[in-house]
């Protein structure tokens, strides 16, 4: 029995895709909105962790994410002095099970396009150029209000999932007054080619920056970034965001000087500042709910965000497909499941980097680490 028929997802994002494909495996007809006209090529790489594999299994994807993914399982750290010694190489937790990588890095618009293809295979229909703008809720179901090239559009559904990222349009609407905090860091991330001894992930913490790191993505790429206080920086013209960002990987070597030389304007320089936010209580009002970055987010120091956003929409979709009716049992076992895990992860990332911010070098990071990786080892 399944407690919806029709349900409409706002956002094509790991969220929203992957609810829209476990709906629509389930039976249940899907529409899915987003804004943008299509999937989209926009940024480099997304380090996805075992935990998300487990997923992404589950999503129907594997094979073809394996493909045009890198795996890895282990992490390096480096010092940022002139040879940029190697200080420790720690294996990583298998949080997907022995029969999956710790980790893997992948180009990010291939599984955003692997996701969205998958949902539409199965018969989830995909309207872009779609802004949800409006909703209101009757009894037994919801009225999503849209705009697209047609004008103002209106339909009824069973259930409404808001996975519409960050600054949720479905979170305001619900009259959900969280919002996404900067936690006083930014990101420069560029794609390059991948020098021949990036294998894995390598993270040196010091420096000018918090964090210069690497994730390989495929044989041929790796995405590389450099982790600095929050700036301005969205005036400077992409030349000088190439400059920028060499500038600041001038202190770092190994790898980094081959990065650094190949950096250029086809590289996506790309600069986004840390949030952290956690909806910490019910992210349901009536028949709709918000999931992923609309429910939570966190600086990626541990490289949860896409898991956590997956394992929402696993969550919700399973008790959804098991309920024979859309109640507070519902949302209650749906809290119970994802609140708690969601608190552990975005807590753990803003402690990590509030570290890095106080330049604590006394701060158990192996042990952080090791406690969420024993938690989100265990499936959702
Ligand atoms: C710098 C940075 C690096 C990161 N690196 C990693 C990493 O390495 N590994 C990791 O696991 N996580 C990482 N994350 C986190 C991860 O990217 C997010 O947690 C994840 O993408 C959230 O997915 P989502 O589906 O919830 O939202 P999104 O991917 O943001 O999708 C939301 C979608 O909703 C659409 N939308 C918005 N408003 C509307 C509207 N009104 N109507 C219709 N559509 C709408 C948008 O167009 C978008 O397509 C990183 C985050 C940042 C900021």
Not at 55 to 83: K, M
Not at 105 to 115: E, F, S, V
Not at 178 to 197: D, H, K, L, S, Y
Not at 316 to 327: F, G, R, S, T
Request: negative net charge; glycine residues 10%; hydrophobic residues 45%.
């Amino acid at each position: 029995m399944t407690a919806v028929r029709s349900v409409g997802v706002v956002g094509t994002g790991f969220a929203g895709a992957a609810a829209a494909i476990l709906l629509a495996e389930a039976g249940v007809e899907v529409d899915l909105f987003d804004a943008k006209t299509d999937v989209g090529a926009l940024g480099s790489g997304i380090t996805i962790q075992g935990n998300a594999c487990r997923a992404l299994v589950r999503l129907g994807v594997w094979d073809e994410v394996r493909q045009h993914s890198y795996p890895f399982e282990e992490l390096g750290l480096r010092a940022p002095d002139p040879a940029a010694t190697v200080i420790a190489v720690i294996p990583d937790v298998k949080t997907g099970g022995p029969d999956l990588p710790a980790t893997i890095g992948m180009y990010r618009p291939d599984l955003a396009r692997i996701l969205v293809e998958r949902a539409e295979a199965l018969g989830a229909r995909i309207h872009w150029g779609a802004k949800v703008e409006n909703l209101s809720q009757g009894d037994d179901d919801v009225e999503l209000v849209w705009q697209d090239a047609d004008g103002l559009q209106r339909r009824r559904f069973d259930l409404v999932i808001g996975a519409d990222g960050l600054h949720s349009t479905v979170r305001a609407l619900l009259g959900i007054d969280v919002q996404p905090r900067r936690n006083g860091m930014g990101i420069w991330r560029a794609f390059v080619p991948r020098p021949a001894e990036v294998t894995r992930t390598d993270l040196v913490y010091g420096g000018p920056c918090y964090i210069a790191g690497y994730c390989p993505t495929s044989e041929d790429r790796i995405y590389a970034y450099l982790v600095e206080d929050a700036q301005d920086r969205t005036t400077l013209p992409p030349e000088e965001q190439v400059a920028t960002m060499r500038r600041l990987a001038d202190a770092y070597h190994g790898p980094w000087d081959e990065i650094r030389a190949s950096l250029g304007e086809d590289s996506r320089v790309n600069y986004t500042w840390f949030t952290e936010h956690l909806i910490d209580g019910p992210w349901n009002r009536g028949r709709v709910v918000v999931i992923g970055d609309a429910a939570h987010s966190c600086p990626p120091t541990i490289a949860q965000g896409a898991a956590m956003s997956l394992e929402d929409a696993l969550v919700l979709v399973e008790l959804l497909v098991a309920a024979d009716a859309v109640d507070d049992g519902l949302w209650q076992r749906f809290s119970e499941r994802r609140l708690p895990r969601a608190r552990t992860v975005v807590e753990a990332s803003s402690q990590l980097a509030n570290w890095l911010l106080a330049h604590d070098r006394d701060a158990d990071v192996p042990g952080l680490v090791r406690r969420v990786a024993t938690l989100v080892g265990q499936p959702a």
